[in-house]
């Protein structure tokens, strides 16, 4: 199972970037098609942190209160893909995005999520 994320970039502050995440590999056979997938995010020299979650149906969504209102967590099953939409980007949200799957309902912890994607870098100039 491999997740690809993409879609990262230089934006100035007020910009709007869409993260996509690309699942391929045994997705049936792993039942990936039926767990919860999240995106989170690491700034340079600090942890990483939930930043908003899906599960299988996208009828249950979960956000980070840093990105309420802002980012938008959607997915497309048929396209075995996941996507980020960030609007009104602010230099604090400039870290690497991780796609990630696993869990059978939308959580914030990392531990739960099993497969991860290898990161998109998003920076956002003041």
């Known amino acids: 199972v491999q997740l690809q994320a993409s879609g990262g970039g230089l934006v100035q502050a007020g910009g709007s970037l869409r993260l996509s995440c690309a699942v391929s590999?045994?997705?049936?056979?792993?039942?990936?098609?039926?767990?919860?997938m999240g995106w989170f995010r690491q700034a340079p020299g600090k942890e990483r942190n939930f930043v908003a979650a899906i599960s299988w149906s996208g009828g249950s969504t979960v956000s980070a209160d840093s990105v309420k209102g802002r980012f938008t967590i959607s997915r497309d099953n048929a396209k075995n893909t996941v996507y980020l939409q960030m609007n009104s980007l602010k230099p604090e949200d400039t870290a690497v995005y991780y796609c990630?799957?696993?869990?059978?309902?939308?959580?914030?912890?990392?531990?739960?999520?099993?497969?991860w994607g290898q990161g998109t870098l998003v920076t956002v100039s003041s």
């Open positions: 590999g045994r997705t049936v056979s792993t039942r990936l098609s039926t767990t919860a």
């Open positions: 990630a799957a696993g869990p059978r309902v939308a959580v914030q912890t990392p531990n739960e999520y099993v497969y």
